[in-house]
């Protein structure tokens, strides 16, 4: 299994605070990427990462914002949580960034977040 | 509506049945990836597939891109309790070297 470790697990949290979600891995790779997963919308994409300081948005990337200092380390944050992010987070990791390299997303466990 | 159409939205077949689980674009697509998913916890990778015709399998699963590259089958023979979970795939858009686009996911049980 490929190392990647979310956390926390789970978060409950109010309406207007702010969230971190981490994601640490111990693969080296390059690309890093932040889904969330809703019933009926399956997983879609926040925001990825090409490389140390090297962002961009995905398709619902409004409401987050990441960072990434170090190879290891992506954070997802909510800049101030709504019940429309209640969902589950998930981190993925690749080696290169697209089909033809024969380079899968490995995923972490998930975060599920709710927020009340 | 989902990009990448997966059916059946759920299955529930006898332990030691054959099932198949489809996953279908309007649109070519680009390197086509299976994963299953157990129920609280992340993806697990099964298969990519790239190439018209591929087909790929994994101890009793096999997986097949047709060779207009618009359709993926999930084959599972024989199947275990270990095969229930949710199957998704996901598979490469034309314009983004970064997003995948997803199915919704096929939910499997496994009856005794």
């Known amino acids: 299994d490929a190392g990647i470790t979310q956390s926390p697990r789970h978060k409950v949290t109010e309406t207007g605070t702010p969230v971190t979600l981490r994601c640490h891995q111990t693969?080296?790779?390059?690309?890093m990427y932040w889904y969330r997963q809703d019933p009926g919308h399956g997983l879609r994409l926040i925001h990825y990462?090409?490389?140390?300081?090297?962002?961009d948005k995905g398709e619902v990337s409004d409401g987050y914002s990441v960072s990434r200092s170090k190879t290891e380390d992506f954070l997802l944050t909510l800049e101030s949580a709504t019940s429309s992010q209640t969902s589950v987070y998930f981190c993925a990791i690749s080696e290169r960034p697209r089909t033809g390299y024969n380079s899968p997303l490995h995923f972490g466990n998930g975060t599920r977040l709710t927020v009340t | 509506s989902q990009e990448l159409e997966q059916s059946p939205q759920s299955l529930i077949v006898q332990e030691g049945k054959n099932l198949t689980i489809n996953c279908t674009s309007s649109k070519t697509l680009y390197g086509l990836y299976w994963y299953k998913q157990k129920y609280g916890e992340g993806l697990i990778f099964l298969m990519m597939l790239q190439k018209g015709g591929e087909e790929k399998s994994h101890e009793k699963i096999t997986a097949k891109l047709d060779e207009k590259k618009q359709q993926s089958s999930l084959h599972i023979t024989a199947s275990q309790p270990s095969h229930a979970g949710i199957y998704l795939c996901?598979?490469?858009?034309?314009?983004?070297?970064?997003?995948?686009?997803w199915g919704a996911g096929t939910k499997l049980i496994i009856k005794p």
């Open positions: 693969e080296n790779h390059r690309y």
């Open positions: 996901g598979a490469h858009r034309m314009d983004s070297n970064y997003q995948l686009i």
């Open positions: 990462s090409y490389g140390v300081k090297d962002t």
